[in-house]
């Protein structure tokens, strides 16, 4: 586990979330000599003293030891903010979870993805729409991301894994504990075409107040929200306002006036979501086959060291070519070339003109950034 494991621990102490989390680290530089820090030293970082009491209790009561060994042994995977292949999506909200444990796979391919959430107690119109639309989804290459709560939650993975498709389970509770129960066949084959995620420890129940911010995760790893149906107080309401709130897509199905399990999707729409009339609505407004088809030329065309000397002179700046040129010392002829090829693969982009600024690349999605 080396130093993950004192993330997991303070991760153990409620309270600690990613506010505190980043404090610690930038007065002690790692979580290891925060764990082990005195109270003063705490109480210096910022902690108030109940805090600095609560670190000091789950210290003396957690067994590190144990907890890596159940971590292992469960085959549930640590992740935090300063892993590579913590999801880029994810971590460009405000105050991302500083841990994720994570039960599966997590692939590059999952950045291209989408959430489907909605009403427990979903109708046959509900249904329909959810299956259409994760086959949809799974037939292009997007992951289905979810809550496995009943309805429309467990509708939209089925879906997905029936189709051949990816599809990742966001848990309110820790990834070693199915809720609900009758869930557990689901899980295990979402384990083998995506993966089980949270940002709780394990053994962590399925609490009430765990769920909204288990929504957060939901609309963090995705590139949309699709809301299918659901009450003037369904928890998916929750979701469609954090993914507006992180900047992302919140699409809402329309329904019947008079039906109960669409009234909260009909006043999304009204207050400004978009209304998806058929799946491939989702597709046509976050232009995935734009996105799947830099990934592909990427695989197919490697880098090479002008790409590597361009990228490393552009860094976070925006440059004209013969500003490229005199950075990099290249010809003008090899930079634009090489740029062409580049924004094609999409590690760049033509702001207008010869302006050029990259798109950074974090787990095989690129983005503005």
């Known amino acids: 586990m080396d130093t993950r494991i004192y993330w997991v621990a303070f991760n153990h102490v409620k309270g600690i979330g990613a506010v505190r989390m980043r404090a610690l680290l930038d007065?002690?530089?790692?979580l290891e000599r925060a764990w082990k820090a005195s109270p003063d030293a705490l109480r210096a970082a910022g902690l108030a003293p109940r805090l600095v009491e609560a670190v000091l209790h789950t210290r003396k009561t957690l067994n590190l030891e144990k907890v890596a060994e159940t971590l292992i042994q469960e085959e549930i995977r640590v992740i935090t903010w300063e892993d590579e292949d913590y999801p880029f999506l994810l971590k460009n909200i405000d105050q991302p979870p500083p841990v994720l444990y994570v039960r599966g796979t997590l692939l590059t391919a999952d950045q291209v993805a989408v959430a489907v959430v909605g009403t427990r107690q979903?109708?046959?119109?509900?249904?329909?729409?959810?299956?259409?639309?994760?086959v949809t989804l799974a037939h292009h290459g997007v992951t289905v991301v979810s809550g496995l709560a009943r309805g429309v939650d467990a509708l939209?993975?089925?879906?997905?894994?029936?189709?051949?498709?990816r599809t990742l389970a966001v848990l309110g509770n820790g990834v070693d504990v199915v809720y609900p129960a009758e869930h557990r066949r689901l899980a295990d084959r979402i384990l083998q075409q995506g993966a089980l995620i949270s940002d709780y420890p394990p053994g962590t129940p399925p609490e009430a107040n765990n769920f909204p911010p288990r929504n957060r995760i939901i609309s963090g790893l995705s590139m949309a929200t699709v809301v299918v149906e659901a009450g003037e107080k369904s928890g998916a309401l929750i979701?469609?306002?954090?993914?507006?709130?992180?900047?992302?897509?919140?699409?809402?199905?329309?329904?019947?006036?008079?039906s109960p399990a669409s009234k909260g999707t009909n006043r999304l729409i009204a207050n400004g979501a978009r209304p998806l009339l058929q799946a491939e609505d989702v597709l046509e407004v976050l232009d995935i086959a734009q996105v799947q088809h830099q990934q592909v030329v990427r695989a197919l065309l490697p880098g090479n060291?002008?790409?590597?000397?361009?990228?490393?002179?552009?860094?976070?700046?925006?440059?004209?070519?013969?500003?490229?040129?005199?950075?990099?010392g290249l010809g003008a002829e090899k930079v634009v070339a090489n740029l062409a090829m580049m924004e094609l693969k999409g590690l760049?982009?033509?702001?207008?003109?010869?302006?050029f600024t990259v798109l950074r690349e974090d787990g095989g999605f690129y983005v503005g950034g």
């Open 27 to 30: 007065y002690f530089g790692d």
């Open 122 to 134: 979903v109708s046959a119109y509900g249904r329909k729409v959810t299956e259409q639309l994760a």
């Open 156 to 165: 939209a993975h089925e879906a997905t894994l029936n189709a051949g498709g």
């Open 239 to 258: 979701t469609a306002t954090f993914a507006a709130e992180q900047g992302r897509e919140v699409f809402a199905v329309p329904g019947n006036i008079h």
């Open 305 to 328: 060291e002008i790409e590597a000397t361009l990228l490393r002179v552009m860094g976070d700046q925006v440059l004209s070519v013969d500003e490229i040129c005199f950075l990099s």
């Open 348 to 355: 760049v982009r033509n702001l207008g003109g010869t302006n």
